[in-house]
């Protein structure tokens, strides 16, 4: 027989062939991996059309109302069903029938909810908040009394319990609350509440017990110190004193702190009792260790210094510190700060003027060992303070001319100076009515160590007397001695400015520009123009801008010119400045400034331009790319390669043929510039 037809190979009985299975060539991963997260967030993004909120629904027959509170039980009734657990469902639940004036079906889920989390607070306080509300007092204070029962530690249901009753006017009742609440014994706030509730009330009796009770449970000092205050407070001294005394027994000598007798001395204190509170400060410091005691050592000396013997207890002090002084300035008498504090604490006590004037002049005596201005600035201020003493303090006018006469002798005027010691001595003299003495002391530091400050305050001094002539004077000679401070030609065009020179004021502008040398020429150049401006000298500002542009081509020269035209409504003009800096900075390497040149002008084509103008800056914008470079270190040896931003502009893209040449080029000069400085560094 022929084994042909249905017998053949892959076939079924039947006639039906097998289907043959693909087999998979590649099983790795593929590159791109695509998440759940990414099909859904991609599938969001090309909904095309926005799903039109659901329209306002407005309920106007009964049958209608049913429906809508039938389907929004349902709605929450399912929401309870997938998860029981989450108790602000069943809030909303409730809410929503508190809003339908349901109050029943509100009392029903919310009992379901405690049902199912009796320990939920907020379940049980938006429960009887709801019934508060609506004035359902039985029903509130039901609630509040299961609540306290089943968690009697949250103290905010007491607190809202206990406010309930006193507004309603049931004291006995809140009364009773907090009894039964101060059986769990809670924390300080509680009971503190408790009697302010008594108090408020007039009930100090009450108070009290209260406060026998808060002591007990609360044994700590400051409990025991709001007891004794307590009894103070209400004229009960007797009570107070006994109250301490109670608390001094309690701690005895094992746990005795010194916030207890610090207060128990300054209640004694307070009656005028001065023996008791000798008493009480003797023996704790008998029995507190000195560490620990430091605040009463204060306090017990504060006291002394006011009702005891104030010379006996303020020398013994003051020796001790003095001695802690001394041996601190004999270790290191170099050691300035200690200086300070030790006249400080002479000047404080009130000594006599002969024995703070010693202690001044043996520190002074201690001159810095090397001729730094760092070592001596301390040192200085010492002087400083001696002479500031002699003057506030001693009034010895004459005493302070020596003193600050000493100082200025001593310092080591050819290697450095201290302006401020000029200028105190210059308004010490101004003091003392002394004018011709100021100028020369003033005069005497500019010839032997002129620094920028002195000049300052001596002008400043010359401002303040109106003796502008002289102000003229002293900034010829600042200037002369720092032609490169731009500040000080601004300050001096200003003040002939405010004298009403202008020509003056624009000839020392117009000095200053010329000068070879400056710290801060855009600061100066900005001064200038904004003169101009000011005098609505526009022509002269422009003419100062182009003056600007020929000694630099910064970018923000060139913004600046072009806002100046566009301020005056010279539209054309701005636009023709702005074209001038594109092709001016077309030439340099400085990318980023063109770049900048080209967004300001935008933004002013924005503003002012038409739609053609607006195209044509549009097409001068550059495109910017992300290119990497080598980095080399100092030494020379390949520190990897980084990241950097380029600009194409689209008149660079036009000679892009010979882009790429030109840029490899300037790589072959940076090389050969570089190899040339390695040569000459080796040599």
């Known amino acids: 027989m022929s084994s042909s037809g249905s017998g053949g190979v892959g076939a079924r009985p039947g006639g039906k062939a097998v289907p043959k299975v693909a087999r998979v060539k590649n099983k790795l991963p593929a590159d791109v991996q695509i998440t759940a997260e990414q099909l859904l967030r991609e ?8 799903v039109a909120a659901p329209p306002t629904q407005r309920i106007t027959d009964p049958e209608e109302l049913a429906d809508y509170r039938l389907r929004k039980r349902k709605g929450f009734e399912d929401n309870i069903r997938k998860n029981r657990t989450v108790m602000s469902n069943w809030v909303k639940y409730a809410q929503w029938e508190e809003s339908q004036r349901e109050f029943q079906r509100a009392r029903s889920v919310y009992e379901r909810a405690l049902d199912v989390d009796h320990r939920c607070v907020t379940a049980w306080l938006k429960y009887a908040e709801m019934e508060m509300k609506h004035k359902q007092i039985n029903h509130a204070r039901n609630i509040w009394d299961r609540c306290v029962t089943i968690l009697p530690r949250v103290n905010q249901f007491w607190y809202k319990y206990t406010y309930m009753e006193e507004m309603l006017g049931n004291i006995a009742g809140c009364r009773q609350v907090f009894e039964r609440w101060m059986e769990w ?13 008594e108090l408020r009330y007039k009930e100090t009796d009450r108070a009290r017990a209260i406060y026998e009770r808060f002591v007990m449970v609360h044994p700590e000092v400051k409990n025991w110190v709001r ?3 307590f009894e103070e407070r209400h004229g009960y001294i007797a009570s107070s004193r006994s109250v301490y005394e109670r608390a001094c027994e309690f701690f005895g000598d094992d746990y005795m702190e010194e916030n207890l007798y610090v207060a128990f001395a300054k209640f004694e204190e307070r009656q005028k009792e001065h023996e008791r509170v000798r008493a009480i400060y003797k023996y704790a410091l008998d029995r507190i260790p000195k560490e620990n005691a430091k605040d009463l050592f204060k306090n017990y000396t504060t006291h002394e210094k006011k009702y005891g013997d104030r010379a006996g207890i303020e020398n013994v002090v003051l020796n001790k510190r003095k001695f802690q002084y001394e041996e601190e300035v004999k270790a290191n008498p170099s050691n300035y700060d200690g200086w300070f504090d030790y006249l400080r604490l002479m000047e404080s006590e009130g000594q006599d003027v002969d024995s703070v004037r010693e202690i001044y002049e043996r520190a002074i005596a201690n001159t810095p060992p ?3 201005k760092r070592m001596w600035r301390r040192y200085i201020y010492l002087w400083i303070n001696y002479a500031l003493y002699e003057e506030l303090e001693a009034k010895d006018m004459e005493q302070t001319r020596q003193v600050y006469k000493a100082m200025l002798d001593l310092m080591p005027h050819r290697q ?15 003091r003392q009515k002394d004018l011709a003495a100021a100028r020369k002391i003033m005069g005497t530091a500019i010839g032997m160590c002129p620094k920028p400050k002195l000049f300052k305050g001596y002008i400043e001094l010359e401002l303040q007397l109106r003796e502008f002539d002289r102000c003229r004077k002293l900034y010829e000679k600042f200037l002369q001695f720092q032609p490169s401070n731009c500040t000080t030609w601004i300050k001096y065009s200003e003040l002939e400015n405010l004298l009403g020179d202008e020509d003056r004021a624009r000839s020392v502008l117009e000095l200053a520009v010329n000068q070879p040398v400056l710290d801060m020429p855009e600061l100066l150049w900005k001064a200038y123009i904004d003169f101009e401006v000011v005098l609505k000298e526009e022509e002269r500002a422009r003419q100062l801008y182009e003056r600007l542009l020929e000694r630099t081509e910064h970018v923000k020269v060139w913004i600046s010119y ?3 035209e566009t301020t005056q409504g010279n539209v054309e003009q701005a636009r023709s400045i702005y074209d ?17 040149l080209l967004e300001s002008w935008k933004e002013f084509e924005d503003k002012s331009g038409d739609q053609e103008h607006r195209e044509r800056i549009d097409r001068r914008m550059p495109k910017r790319i992300k290119k990497r470079r080598k980095v080399q270190t100092e030494d020379g040896t390949d520190a990897g390669w980084e990241e950097y931003f380029d600009y194409i502009f689209p008149d660079d893209s036009a000679a892009a043929p010979n882009f790429k040449l ?16 390695q040569q000459d560094k080796d040599s």
């Not at 599938?43 to 926005?50: F, H």
């Not at 014994?185 to 509730?197: G, R």
């Not at 030109?662 to 400085?677: C, F, N, S, T, V």
Request: aromatic letters at 12%; charged letters at 30%; proline letters at 1%.
């Open 227 to 229: 007891y004794a205050s």
């Open 562 to 564: 072009a806002q100046f």
């Open 416 to 430: 450095f100076t201290f302006a401020k010691a000029w200028l105190l001595f210059a308004q010490f003299e101004i």
């Open 370 to 372: 090397t001729q730094e």
């Open 185 to 197: 014994e809670p924390d300080e706030q509680a009971w503190l509440s408790y009697i302010k509730m």
């Open 662 to 677: 030109m840029q490899m080029a300037r790589l072959w000069k940076q090389q050969q510039q570089q190899q040339q400085q």
């Open 580 to 596: 001038r800096g594109d092709k001016s900075l077309k030439n340099s390497e400085e990318k980023e400034a063109r770049v900048m």
């Open 43 to 50: 599938s969001k993004e090309r909904q095309l059309e926005d």
